[in-house]
């Protein structure tokens, strides 16, 4: 394991994962909506396609998504392993539901400077709203890839419960300094 992609939808851990993947492995881990979301407003940075493009190449890397179509199969082209967070909607909701509360009673500061806002909560776009309405299709879409003999050499680890993923991330081998 030395270049994977941790999927699944909004809320499901992604980035609790691949963060502690990456320090148990030794591995870079890069944020792809920090990536993404490159200034304020959440614009979309000018240099997102070409910054995922110089990560892939690179032979180590831990990222905590496959990121909008524009760089999805890249990514998946170039990862060996594919941990895919599959948690039931109840579990991804609650999760998600709870980090937008914190989020937007906190004013937490995220990506470049962004913050959710209450304002937001009814726009189709916002993180609770997305993971509603696209579950069921972004399930299919990983699925699907999982699937397609484009990526057949891609090992895909498939994570049903956040007690499933904990196991699982117990069980890599920590990476020793030298």
């Known amino acids: 394991m030395q270049r994977v992609l941790v999927v699944g939808i909004s809320g499901a851990g992604k980035s609790t994962l691949a963060r502690a993947l990456g320090r148990r492995l030794g591995l870079p881990y890069h944020e792809v909506d920090a990536l993404h979301f490159g200034g304020p407003g959440w614009a979309v940075s000018e240099t997102y396609v070409a910054d995922m493009e110089r990560i892939a190449a690179t032979g180590l890397w831990v990222l905590d998504s496959s990121g909008p179509p524009a760089v999805r199969d890249l990514l998946w082209a170039r990862a060996d392993t594919v941990v895919w967070l599959d948690h039931r909607r109840s579990v991804v909701m609650r999760r998600v539901v709870l980090r937008s509360l914190r989020r937007s009673l906190s004013r937490e500061r995220l990506f470049n400077g962004n913050r959710e806002a209450w304002r937001e909560w009814l726009r189709a776009d916002h993180p609770v709203w997305w993971a509603w309405t696209r579950y069921a299709g972004r399930r299919a879409e ?23 993923a904990d196991a699982w991330l117990r069980t890599r081998r920590t990476r020793r300094a030298d």
Do not use: K
């Open 142 to 164: 990983i699925g699907g890839r999982a699937a397609d003999p484009r990526f057949a050499p891609l090992r895909v680890v498939r994570l049903r419960t956040p007690e499933e």
